[in-house]
């Protein structure tokens, strides 16, 4: 059974811009989390869906918005890049999306770079 | 909501030594607690976990207790080995509608040959 994949793996920005970034999660999994990795904050929660609905959201400011399809396949957008963007972003996947009873499978990640 | 309170890194071993990584956490009610390993280059997968209280996880010889008195998770390896080297993260999950995990900081490991 393929994983969760990401793409791209790799962007590079500059201040301003907008970026999308997405996520195929495994196979007949409807939740799909994304996270913000970077050395100095660490692992910090972004948002959750399943069966295309946002059910929790960090504490990351409006610029940070994320959608998923009706096939469970997620994209995150973030609009206005700042350089504290930058950093891997994580996406992870399970059935429904319940830590204490289903496994989250992590994608690589997408290594967002912005000038 | 949850916290959580890991021991900081670098920590860098021999082959075979013992190791031992910190983890206290905050959160409501009985949290699951999981243990998670990232790779270089790779993103995190689950390495244990435990459901209540007293329950032990174990994973590729990795250990850590569920100590709900002293509300850690410390994870525990007899003998390390070069392949173990990664960082390690603990996540409390308090359960309930919370669909997200809270990651401790996470602990670099370098086991050298």
């Known amino acids: 059974k393929a994983g969760v994949t990401q793409t791209p793996r790799y962007l590079i920005k500059t201040r301003g811009q907008q970026v999308t970034l997405s996520c195929s999660p495994i196979?007949?999994?409807?939740?799909v989390s994304w996270y913000q990795q970077t050395p100095g904050q660490g692992l910090q929660f972004l948002f959750e869906?399943?069966?295309?609905?946002?059910?929790n959201k960090g504490n990351f400011p409006g610029r940070f918005s994320g959608r998923q399809f009706s096939n469970s396949r997620s994209e995150m957008n973030v609009s206005t890049l700042e350089l504290g963007d930058s950093a891997l972003y994580l996406c992870?996947?399970?059935?429904?999306?319940?830590?204490?009873?289903?496994?989250?499978?992590f994608g690589p990640g997408t290594r967002l770079t912005v000038l | 909501g949850d916290s959580v309170t890991q021991m900081e890194g670098p920590v860098t071993l021999s082959e075979e030594a013992f190791l031992t990584i910190n983890c206290t956490y905050t959160?409501?009610?009985?949290?699951?607690l999981f243990w998670y390993v990232q790779y270089p280059g790779e993103g995190l997968q689950l390495l244990l976990k435990?459901?209540?209280?007293?329950d032990k996880g174990s994973n590729k010889g990795f250990e850590a207790t569920y100590r709900k008195e002293t509300t850690s998770f410390h994870l525990e390896k007899g003998s390390v080995q070069v392949s173990d080297s990664a960082v390690y993260f603990c996540?409390?999950?308090?359960?309930?509608?919370?669909?997200?995990?809270?990651f401790g900081k996470g602990t670099l490991l370098t086991v050298n040959p």
């Open positions: 992870a996947s399970s059935l429904a999306g319940t830590p204490t009873r289903d496994t989250q499978y």
């Open positions: 196979s007949g999994h409807r939740s």
């Open positions: 869906y399943f069966s295309e609905t946002q059910r």
């Open positions: 959160a409501t009610g009985y949290p699951s």
């Open positions: 435990a459901t209540k209280a007293d």
């Open positions: 996540a409390p999950h308090s359960g309930g509608s919370n669909y997200k995990l809270t």
